[in-house]
């Protein structure tokens, strides 16, 4: 049991030295952010180490934390977290707002409470699912009328993930997550999932839940892009303040991602005939994530007209307002269909995700556009 005490040292010693530099520095409005999220790594750290420590005779370890049955000696080095994913990502945000670049939290007789977050981009009032109470994982807690999703409330010790409270069926669904916490660790993810992925199975243990398996997609902080336990890069990284779109088109089964309302690419095609959910995990203490908007429509002409007309006008805010049409008929549009006609589809870098067994295309309107224009000519 050597080997796990001295891997905490090294942790330990690694963030001791981390927080001994800060202080050296001019003290900012964020330090008592950055020391609280240090000293949850170290809780991490010690968690890991406690764990090998009791299991060290009878078991192996993989590359992220899980049981082996393997003979061979743990690989400690690939377990220890990277000092850098302790710092939370910055510069992300949707909005120029200060509280999401300063810290999060502040002190009071009670403990560390959290401060009001932001509200920028919250526009929408009704939404078509929010977050399922009953099947998340236990490490996990609602707030916002089951809108938001606090995980890890004290610290954390492994996966914490949920799924929303409707199955996507047939037709459009798109729904908006935003980071309402600082985003760091081993990962936090937005994806979807079927109803065979085991929320709280890796609940003692530190990975990239969604992505695991063939039954869930799941898009990572890092920027990359998870499915059937592989993973490619396939987008910039986000962080607290940021704003992840999913649009689930299950007529021509693809599965496209937003970055603060633009379009990052198309991950995964071909998922006609399935049933989803929208799930999101973390591994971060005391972070959090909210819906800020859960839509669902049918595809019908006036949905496949609209989305047509949001291409071709493209840098507009919102396209109802330079169509001259009737106030009454914008209003229904706008009620019915505003989502998709605020949505960004300008271009986008290609992506390699093709490469990570997603079927992925390499942008927002290349290959998806050709789906679409083929099944239209057929119908």
């Known amino acids: 049991m050597e080997p796990a005490r001295t891997m905490a040292d090294l942790i330990r010693t690694s963030t001791d030295a981390y927080l001994s530099g800060n202080s050296m520095a001019r003290r900012t409005r964020s330090s008592r952010a950055w020391h609280l ?48 994913s302790a710092i939370p990502v910055t510069g992300e945000s949707y909005c120029n707002c200060e509280n999401q670049s300063e810290a999060p939290y502040c002190s009071s007789l009670h403990g560390l409470h959290r401060v009001k977050d932001c509200q920028c981009g919250e526009e929408d009032e009704y939404f078509d699912w929010v977050w399922d109470d009953l099947n998340k994982s236990t490490a996990t807690q609602l707030t916002c009328d089951n809108r938001k999703v606090n995980f890890h409330m004290e610290y954390s010790c492994g996966t914490a993930a949920i799924r929303g409270n409707k199955e996507l069926a047939e037709g459009q669904h798109f729904w908006e997550i935003k980071m309402t916490s600082p985003v760091y660790g081993t990962d936090m993810m937005v994806g979807i999932g079927t109803s065979d992925v085991n929320l709280d199975k890796y609940r003692h243990t530190f990975c990239s839940l969604l992505g695991k398996d063939e039954d869930s997609w799941g898009l990572s902080y890092t920027g990359l892009l998870h499915h059937k336990g592989d993973k490619t890069n396939f987008s910039s990284r986000f962080g607290q303040g940021s704003i992840i779109g999913v649009h689930l088109d299950t007529w021509h089964g693809t599965l496209t991602f937003f970055k603060n309302r633009k379009c990052i690419g198309v991950a995964a095609t071909k998922l006609q005939n399935k049933k989803f959910y929208p799930m999101v995990c973390s591994t971060a203490a005391k972070s959090s994530m909210k819906v800020i908007r859960s839509c669902a429509s049918c595809t019908s002409l006036q949905y496949l007209c ?41 271009t986008s870098k290609p992506s390699s995700a093709s490469s990570s067994g997603s079927d992925s295309d390499s942008s927002c309107g290349s290959d998806a556009e050709a789906c679409r224009r083929k099944r239209c000519r057929r119908t």
């Not at 993989?62 to 850098?84: A, N, R, T």
């Not at 493209?314 to 009454?328: A, R």
Request: hydrophobic share 35%; aromatic share 8%; glycine share 8%.
């Open 37 to 84: 999220v240090l000293s949850g790594v170290r809780r991490e750290a010690d968690t890991r180490a406690l764990t090998l420590a009791s299991g060290a005779r009878g078991w192996g370890y993989d590359s992220d934390g899980q049981h082996s049955d393997s003979d061979s000696e743990p690989e400690f080095s690939s377990l220890s977290p990277s000092i850098p």
């Open 306 to 346: 609209c989305y047509r007309l949001r291409q071709l006008l493209p840098n507009y805010v919102d396209t109802l307002e330079v169509l001259p049409l009737p106030p009454g008929l914008k209003q229904v549009l706008h009620n019915k269909l505003g989502w998709v006609l605020s949505m960004n589809y300008g």
